[in-house]
């Protein structure tokens, strides 16, 4: 089925970061891009990430999206062996409350780029959409897909205009 | 001459910031990527912006890089306005070290993301060096001279090892 | 009825934050100052965001009031819009508890200020006593309920010595 | 003469913080408000601070502006005694680069609100076009003179264009 | 009752800061001070916070205690009114965690000294044992009293000890 | 019995510390180094620590670890004690989260390192793992130990991935 | 000569310190307290350091004021060996601007309190104050040079305001 | 010479980072301790890195020591691939002041320390004492010299408390 073969590759440090990354997944699946689920480590099983990263490319992956909690080194490890855009989503996992993951994550020096979004689940779902801008330049596809997804946004903050005026109205 | 005509637009918000996105152009020129320069501001010229970023797509831009200091609103702001990656750099030119841009461009609300880079020169180097691997996906040409720029720069660890290793002999 | 036609323009990037900005109605509620409440974004949804800045001086609204969390550009859109004076009330949304709305705001580029006020509830009452500080200016009736509610602020402080000394003798 | 009666009062709570409210003085200037420049310490000389406050109301100034670095109290001592909007800019005159400042003004407790601008040059600026917008509202002579100093300011963004357009010609 | 005339002013912004100072009122009464409790607010009442400062030393005070969150200008402005030392308690009620009242507090500008301890209740619990250690300097009593309460806390470390101790053998 | 003679110290400020350093405890005991868990507080008891740092190296400790909140002086007051290498674990025991304590361990003066780790539990971990490196150094047992629990770790991740996997499935 | 026993012991953990305490030892020349100037470290010569806590007292000193950078020990290592009231004085001599020895000194926990001033040399002006508050409870003598110094001080505002009022003339 | 076979590894992320670790360097000289420097980049090389991290212990390097700025991967990939300690040194290259690498190189993730020093020079000299303090546990040379360079250091403090002295003197 070769509609299915994965075009993104999310990769978490820890299975708890999980939760947060569903966001991503429940984006993806929305823009309808197909996907895979990896745990990897940079620091506590190397090799396994070393290898998933060399083999990226070769099996059709064309984005990369990393997130990790504290001194999140992944996706900045993810970027130093491949070559496609590595999207990078800090975790708030650490009593310090994501800046430690944010700073470890845009920070990156010259010469090895990681597109940092925001820490938590905003970051995680702009993830899954910034990877469909990326695939949306050589996928008409997925470029139709996105408008409709950005379209069914717009619509959503007049929903939220209809909450509020429920909500004020209520307390009258 | 189609080859040149521009890929990636890069977007500052005042003539200051080219110090820094310099960088950008460099890294762009050197990868052999196609790009125009041009200063627009959310803030202070926002029909202008507006009218670039709505234009972009049809003209053949596939990426955005916009660098901005303080309440950095420039690169969310073309988010908003265009289905392309935008890339933002933050730049530190108020007291507080650029901790205010980065804040302003990684913390993007869900919905529309900005892929943040490092604060300064680093960050402005390596979001030419992303543009490039988005563009890489789809462009053959770009994904060699991207894997030749990558050789390039880990030859440049080995000179920095020799660079060190000369200091270190002339102290002795 | 002319007297009800809104003063006060209350935006927020979205309807989780009226929990927040019900601080602001409170206080223009009890200093009588007619308002109206709107859900706009200046990313999700930037063109009705710029309908609806772009004709609030003309509707006869005098100041705008802004929420929002995260990279919170939304009143600085509003500001780049309208000459109106724009007050910008940071909301901690975030995992970095408001740090990032703060500085998203208050560190506006020269040209296009927005007077923020404290992160959070404190921040949105203060927002509808402001907005009633510069209403005042020009409308005596205004200022003399504001005077009114200023002295009550005062007494409260006199309460609040009555509810310590109660709690203290309760201890003995 | 009526029309150099000063409708602004610039307080600064050192001399030393001229540097930066010249960027005020030089606003209110460029759109005509008249204004006088007070120094004034909360803490050094409470009581010349208080009797400035308590006046300026009925010597007819409508808004005050005060700068201030490190525990930077004095725009919130100045809104404790009187109802006039009060609009503070953090000075970054410690190491701590006015972090300390801004969160002193920013964080204002519930019912004394400052408007706080951006740290130093920048938020000087803005205190002063914030200043404008306020009196505009009832001064139609300040409109016009605020609308054309917008104009300018986006005129000065396409000449900021030139200039990169010049600079980046000269390394060609 | 002379022996009871109050020698620590205790005040707060607010009545809701009474929870963390509370540990201020139990280290003062465990050593045997007299002290009184007071709700005084520079911002929102700062005639009797005034009249409270300026009578505190004839009344035989001889150290206050303020006790503010975020920008928590109460110590300050008590330090600006009277001769006496001032003890300055950071409270974290706002999203800031109270890092913005401890800048408030300790970054006060040349000429005017708050003494700061900790944010929240350990910082409670110091402003009183350092309130001893002032008034011990003139009040052999309280050096006595003073002393055994450092025994006694020194003892308290063995406590805690031994707490560990049983803990650990529960888990074996 | 020569085998449990302890080979680490793990010292705590406060016995409120201990469910941060259960972790610690726990790795060591994984690993199978004798340890001895004490109390002791640089501030409140200065005597005591002394003399337990000052006794730590004739009685066979090799590496102490030492937790503590705040201005967590207890790592670097026992590193100006001894010559043994001290590891220091940041506990977020105050409002800000764990950065004083995390500063105040790392920023150690010129000529007393404290080799400090993650803030909490995660640090807490870490501690026992780096004490257990150091130990293999010069001790074949502990080699092949902590080999072991660096193949427990990376076998960890693949557990991770199936418990992801079986997550993601449940949800289908 | 009584009078010039030192009241006063400013101790500094390095000589390069002195710079920032220089401003201490000016305040206490002016208001004419004797004092002293020691070199004393926590880390790297605590025996040193503790004879001199421990002999403070019986030698007549009333405060200690103690000023250093980074994981700034110093002032609670004082206070952890003399009852008498510590002020630390923040030193910003790390690349993090004083931030960490700030957060060293005011986080000090329950029990051992540290009067923590401003970052650098307002703080260290501040201490110097702080010092003659607290003699001034028992020295009828400082308390009036400390009344003269304040009184000097407002005057200093007034001077001041002529310095601006002159620099605003010249640009005329 | 078996005796100059290197020890430690001093790895740096650029030949930039040498003028900090210099310090490294001149503290294990001072204690005669062989070691390398290498320059290796998890990020631009992470081959060659590798390939050093993987053949240190081997080669009989038992500390390795690694100096990075910005998002410092460096100290926790080579912690990654190699049971021997590693301290990590960070650097202030970034506009962020060492903010950025120190959470970088502390908040490692559970399973992998890195023993992580001060920013800048003086986590340089005590990275360099860290790594001696490791190596005195098996080697009573080291130990002894380490013991003279600690008196040493003590001593230093007494030159400094002359050097204080002095200048106080000539200011007189």
Do not use: C
Request: glycine residues 10%.
């Amino acid at each position: 089925m070769p509609t299915t073969r994965p075009k993104v590759g999310i990769v978490m440090g820890s299975d708890s970061d999980l939760e947060v990354l569903r966001e991503t997944i429940k984006v993806l699946d929305d823009i309808g891009i197909p996907h895979e689920v990896v745990v990897a480590s940079a620091h506590r099983a190397p090799d396994q990430a070393r290898k998933y990263a060399a083999s990226a490319e070769r099996r059709g992956i064309r984005v990369l999206i990393a997130g990790a909690g504290g001194a999140a080194a992944l996706p900045g490890f993810l970027a130093s062996l491949t070559p496609l855009p590595i999207i990078g989503v800090p975790i708030n996992s650490t009593p310090l409350n994501g800046l430690d993951s944010l700073l470890s994550m845009a920070q990156m020096p010259k010469g090895v780029p990681v597109a940092t979004v925001a820490v938590g689940k905003w970051g995680a779902a702009n993830a899954g959409i910034l990877a469909a801008q990326i695939l949306a330049l050589s996928d008409a596809g997925v470029r139709k897909r996105l408008a409709a997804f950005r379209k069914a946004m717009a619509a959503e903050v007049q929903q939220g205009a209809r909450r509020v005026a429920a909500q004020l109205k209520k307390r009258q």
